[in-house]
């Protein structure tokens, strides 16, 4: 079946960068739109940022100019690039896309990265 695996999540000072990646794999036919959401405790998931098949992008406010999202489709992955990284950074952060075993398109979700700040 189709997995994404996520890796690269961490300790990092405040200041610091990181970059973590999300793989897919299985029966792949297409992958459209991947992104990279978080979530800390007690509150909701949020969206960090997305990237259309053609590479376009779309990021968060709270991350604009921080944080980099980028694929490399030959590869089935996305990678978030994580820079000048804060306390609140800290969170679980998953990746998903929209990916197509056959034809028909359907979310996925990986298992979460954990990525802490310390300050």
């Known amino acids: 079946q189709v997995q994404l695996v996520e890796s690269g999540g961490g300790l990092v000072q405040v200041g610091g960068s990181l970059r973590v990646s999300c793989a897919a794999s299985g029966p792949i036919f297409s992958i459209g739109p991947m992104g990279w959401y978080r979530q800390a405790p007690g509150k909701q998931r949020e969206l960090v940022a997305d990237i259309t098949s053609d590479s376009s992008t779309n990021y968060a406010d709270s991350v604009k100019g921080r944080f980099t999202i980028f694929r490399e489709n030959a590869k089935n992955t996305v990678y978030l690039q994580m820079n000048s990284l804060k306390p609140e950074d800290t969170a679980v952060y998953y990746c998903?896309?929209?990916?197509?075993?056959?034809?028909?398109?359907?979310?996925?979700w990986g298992q979460g990265t954990q990525v802490t700040v310390s300050s």
């Open positions: 998903s896309a929209d990916i197509a075993p056959n034809k028909i398109y359907s979310r996925y």
